[in-house]
């Protein structure tokens, strides 16, 4: 029956249908993956894994990381040191700038002692200076709301310790603060189309009117509390989620530039603590303070750095094949999920290739970003001077023009045309870790169709264990951006949130024991995986269209 079907079934059209099949087989050839390479990889990233004690040294001894201190100059020099004494080749660190002044803190004390003494949680906010010994002064709040509200509080300030946010309630959580995502939740990013998002995201407008209103008026704040002469600021982050228990959300406060105009002494503290302040202020009573804060700038060195490393190819030794994460932190934590996490799965991936002998036939290239907390300084510089950047568009600020400085500014950057240098033919992809210490579940396509198939055969050999999700969707905020700006293939893996916004994304509790270490080693030896599989394909990783493109004369 079979044959007779068959001869029926073999009419002209029937024949042409399975010659065009072929060809466009031959035109589209499945992705080769070496899968005794992937068993090796498997069991060295699994079995011996070095993932935990890379991170301890990161975070426990290294960590805060902020760009400029001396802790994020350490860091660049241990994993400089560390990589080398691994095996790889030309490890250095490559100078970015200028970023501006350093500052780091050695101690901060804050206790209400009148009516009831009570210590209370908080950290002093980035680039703003010491109080030059205890400042014990009143709290005041004053309720501004307007810019007409500024004037009932003329003259009423000076050597105060100035309350900032308004008294905000605490919710009970109901919902644990750790998650994983759904299936359900996987289906649906796999099945979305490319978003298309604004600077402030999908919100109305009316909301976007307030929130640059607000920022306005904070602004204006800050310069009437410090003519006013106030002596401390104190305030409480994150206005929006339910943030409590203890953890503090803290980033900048004062100017990088030392010849701007110095902020006062600025620090955040935990809701329920400034929530006892304000309630005990409402009823009539005064509240003393005792706050000190012991913190330096360092202006001996302007620069940035980026730590570098290499395992070197060998046919296609001249084309390159990048993996990292940023390396620089806020500095409450010990900037563990953000992100120790991707610079050790990076380290760890370079480690895994090293110890099983791997002779790639590109070059991989590893990165250690610092400067990606004030708008991917780092990663946009080294994108810069190696590959091209883009130009500022008409009457858009010129590259490095912008209140964040380095090339583009903050984290849109410029917007013009793309001009590119002769290593960014040479450039195949770029590989990113920057969502905390959640397990890989799946790979951003950031728009490019043709990244899909790839990625397909690529996580096959690791869908047992939970990464198996190929979204269209674009994900920003971090370093990958610095390379898909330029034209080049740049990815950020899908991970689990776990604490990440809930607990430890710039907070205190950003620390050690917020890791999970079955995930971080998944993470590491998918990493592992792809940064081989790159570079041993056979052609360059497929690009998506950049249009406005030139080639630089120098």
Same mark, same amino acid.
């Given at each position: 029956?079979?044959?007779?079907?068959?001869?029926?079934?073999?009419?002209?059209?029937?024949?042409?249908?399975?010659?065009?099949?072929?060809?466009?087989?031959?035109?589209?050839?499945?992705?080769?993956?070496?899968?005794?390479?992937?068993?090796?990889?498997?069991?060295?990233?699994?079995?011996? $894994?070095?993932?935990?004690?890379?991170?301890?040294?990161?975070?426990?001894?290294?960590?805060?990381?902020?760009?400029?201190?001396?802790?994020?100059?350490?860091?660049?020099?241990?994993?400089?040191?560390?990589?080398?004494?691994?095996?790889?080749?030309?490890?250095?660190?490559?100078?970015?700038?200028?970023?501006?002044? &350093?500052?780091?803190?050695?101690?901060? $004390?804050?206790?209400?002692?009148?009516?009831?003494?009570?210590?209370?949680?908080?950290?002093?906010?980035?680039?703003?200076?010491?109080?030059?010994?205890?400042?014990?002064?009143?709290?005041?709040?004053?309720?501004?709301?307007?810019?007409?509200?500024?004037?009932?509080?003329?003259?009423?300030?000076?050597?105060?310790?100035?309350?900032?946010?308004?008294?905000?309630p605490v919710p009970a959580q109901f919902s644990a603060p750790a998650l994983r995502y759904t299936d359900e939740e996987l289906l649906k990013m796999a099945?979305?189309?490319?978003?298309?998002?604004?600077?402030?995201?999908?919100?109305?407008?009316?909301?976007?009117?307030?929130?640059?209103?607000?920022?306005?008026?904070?602004?204006?704040?800050?310069?009437?509390?410090?003519?006013?002469?106030?002596?401390?600021?104190?305030?409480?982050?994150?206005?929006?989620?339910?943030?409590?228990?203890?953890?503090?959300?803290?980033? $900048?406060?004062?100017?990088?530039?030392?010849?701007?105009?110095?902020?006062?002494?600025?620090?955040?503290?935990?809701?329920?603590?400034?929530?006892?302040?304000?309630?005990?202020?409402?009823?009539?009573?005064?509240?003393?303070?005792?706050?000190?804060?012991?913190?330096?700038?360092?202006?001996?060195?302007?620069?940035?750095?980026?730590?570098?490393?290499?395992?070197?190819?060998?046919?296609?030794?001249?084309?390159?094949?990048?993996?990292?994460?940023?390396?620089?932190?806020?500095?409450?934590?010990?900037?563990?999920?953000?992100?120790?996490?991707?610079?050790?799965?990076?380290?760890?991936?370079?480690?895994?290739?090293?110890?099983?002998?791997?002779?790639?036939?590109?070059?991989?290239?590893?990165?250690?970003?610092?400067?990606?907390?004030?708008?991917?300084?780092?990663?946009?510089?080294?994108?810069?001077?190696?590959?091209?950047?883009?130009?500022?568009?008409?009457?858009?600020?010129?590259?490095?023009?912008?209140?964040?400085?380095?090339? &583009?500014?903050?984290?849109?950057?410029?917007?013009?045309?793309?001009?590119?240098?002769?290593?960014?033919?040479?450039?195949?992809?770029?590989?990113?870790?920057?969502?905390?210490?959640?397990?890989?579940?799946?790979?951003?396509?950031?728009?490019?169709?043709?990244?899909?198939?790839?990625?397909?055969?690529?996580?096959?050999?690791?869908?047992?264990?939970?990464?198996?999700?190929?979204?269209?969707?674009?994900?920003?905020?971090?370093?990958?951006?610095?390379?898909?700006?330029?034209?080049?293939?740049?990815?950020?893996?899908?991970?689990?949130?776990?604490?990440?916004?809930?607990?430890?994304?710039?907070?205190?509790?950003?620390?050690?024991?917020?890791?999970?270490?079955?995930?971080?080693?998944?993470?590491?030896?998918?990493?592992?995986?792809?940064?081989?599989?790159?570079?041993?394909?056979?052609?360059?990783f497929p690009r998506k269209p950049m249009p406005g493109t030139q080639q630089a004369t120098r």
């Amino acid at each position: 029956m079979t044959n007779r079907y068959f001869k029926r079934a073999m009419t002209p059209i029937a024949v042409l249908l399975i010659f065009c099949l072929t060809v466009g087989a031959q035109v589209a050839p499945v992705e080769k993956v070496d899968l005794e390479m992937m068993k090796k990889i498997r069991a060295e990233g699994l079995e011996r $894994s070095q993932i935990m004690e890379t991170l301890s040294w990161l975070t426990d001894v290294h960590g805060p990381r902020l760009t400029g201190s001396p802790k994020m100059k350490d860091a660049n020099e241990w994993t400089k040191n560390k990589m080398a004494e691994w095996g790889l080749q030309n490890a250095h660190l490559e100078s970015w700038g200028p970023f501006g002044r &350093g500052w780091s803190f050695d101690k901060v $004390s804050i206790h209400v002692t009148e009516p009831t003494a009570f210590p209370v949680i908080g950290y002093p906010k980035a680039w703003t200076p010491g109080t030059n010994g205890p400042v014990v002064a009143e709290a005041v709040f004053p309720e501004i709301n307007t810019e007409a509200d500024f004037e009932k509080y003329k003259g009423k300030l000076k050597g105060a310790i100035v309350l900032a946010s308004p008294l905000r309630p605490v919710p009970a959580q109901f919902s644990a603060p750790a998650l994983r995502y759904t299936d359900e939740e996987l289906l649906k990013m796999a099945n979305d189309e490319a978003e298309q998002r604004g600077a402030f995201g999908n919100m109305t407008d009316e909301r976007r009117q307030q929130l640059m209103q607000a920022q306005r008026i904070a602004a204006q704040k800050a310069t009437f509390f410090k003519n006013e002469g106030a002596a401390v600021v104190v305030d409480i982050d994150r206005v929006a989620g339910n943030v409590n228990g203890g953890t503090v959300f803290v980033q $900048s406060g004062g100017p990088r530039d030392k010849n701007a105009p110095q902020s006062l002494p600025s620090v955040t503290i935990a809701v329920e603590h400034y929530g006892r302040i304000m309630r005990t202020l409402q009823k009539g009573l005064k509240v003393k303070m005792e706050i000190d804060i012991k913190a330096q700038f360092h202006d001996e060195d302007p620069m940035g750095y980026n730590t570098i490393a290499e395992i070197p190819g060998s046919d296609k030794k001249d084309e390159v094949v990048m993996l990292g994460g940023h390396l620089d932190s806020w500095h409450t934590g010990t900037g563990a999920t953000d992100n120790a996490a991707g610079c050790a799965v990076a380290m760890e991936a370079v480690r895994i290739l090293k110890a099983l002998g791997v002779q790639p036939r590109r070059t991989i290239r590893v990165a250690l970003w610092s400067g990606e907390e004030q708008g991917l300084l780092g990663s946009r510089a080294y994108v810069a001077q190696h590959f091209g950047a883009r130009q500022a568009a008409q009457g858009q600020p010129a590259a490095g023009a912008r209140p964040g400085g380095g090339p &583009g500014g903050g984290f849109g950057g410029p917007q013009g045309p793309v001009v590119t240098k002769p290593e960014h033919e040479k450039f195949s992809v770029y590989f990113n870790l920057d969502n905390g210490t959640g397990k890989i579940r799946g790979v951003y396509l950031q728009g490019n169709e043709a990244a899909r198939t790839v990625f397909r055969a690529w996580l096959a050999p690791f869908n047992d264990l939970g990464a198996s999700t190929i979204t269209i969707r674009n994900t920003g905020g971090t370093d990958h951006l610095a390379f898909d700006g330029v034209g080049l293939p740049g990815f950020q893996f899908i991970q689990d949130e776990i604490e990440y916004d809930a607990r430890t994304h710039h907070s205190n509790m950003d620390v050690y024991e917020r890791m999970q270490a079955d995930d971080m080693k998944q993470a590491a030896t998918i990493m592992a995986a792809f940064v081989y599989n790159a570079a041993m394909r056979e052609d360059k990783f497929p690009r998506k269209p950049m249009p406005g493109t030139q080639q630089a004369t120098r």
